[in-house]
């Protein structure tokens, strides 16, 4: 009996100096930030914390996510540059601001159904327009992502990469949507329609309250609106189905979050 007691004694003291050696051996290899994994260090004010520990390399890591958002957002940019990119679309398709959909009931029901689909159609166009020259600058964001914003995106929700592009980008894309709605808002005579539908507007009898509204700024949010959530679509689509994509890279890096 004394002999199989200090035998398994001995069994459990050198299963518990393996463990703990293996702990070690983990922690040294994330703190020194050797071996395969995702093993960096993030700066805490004068002490550095381990991030995280994969068995994908941090290049890797950074490179796929660039590669996926890349494409996601090739892809929604050329999709809704396109005719009816926003106007075809539902989901989308920018409408009369809320404050005057009440307006544009009042004047189809006055006869100017024409004008008021016509009004519509130019605003649509016009983000249509400003989508195409959303790409350089998304691509300039996405290249500067690091392997935090990696961990971050890969740890996140199915749109976790978008929101931090909108986050990053929202203001840039909002100084050059702005000039370019506003041309294009000429271009289609958006301005000169709804000068047409409001000056019609405001000399019925029954108005009293006249319409005074930022056309220009509701367009570029609303077409920031329809940019985000269309590469948000292209984001979920890549996370459900890198294979999908046809590059091995993306392949390996989403597909080691669904393992």
Known sequence: MKKALVSLLMIAACINYSKAQGVSGLLNKIKSGSGNGISTTQSNGSTKQPVSSNLLGNDEVVRG????????????????????????????????????????????????????????????????????????????????????????????SDDAATQLLKTRTTPQLTAAFRP?????????????????????????????????????????????SGLFVTIAQQEKTIRKDPVGTGSDLITRVFGSVMK
């Open 65 to 156: 996510l660039r590669e996926a958002l890349q494409l996601g957002a090739q892809t929604a940019t050329k999709n809704l540059s396109a005719t009816n990119g926003f106007f075809g679309n539902a989901l989308i398709k920018i409408l009369m601001p809320p404050e005057v959909r009440t307006i544009e009931s009042k004047m189809r029901q006055f006869g100017f159904g024409k004008l008021m689909d016509n009004l519509v159609l130019s605003m649509n166009r016009a983000a249509e327009d400003a989508s195409g020259k959303a790409l350089p600058i998304l691509a300039s964001t996405i290249s500067s992502f690091t392997i935090y914003d990696g961990i971050e995106i890969l740890k996140g």
């Open 180 to 224: 370019i709605i506003s041309s294009s808002m000429s271009k289609y005579n958006v301005e000169q329609l709804w000068s047409q539908v409001f000056t019609s507007y405001n000399s019925l009898p029954i108005i009293k309250n006249k319409v005074n509204t930022d056309l220009t700024g509701y367009i570029t949010e609303r077409a920031l």
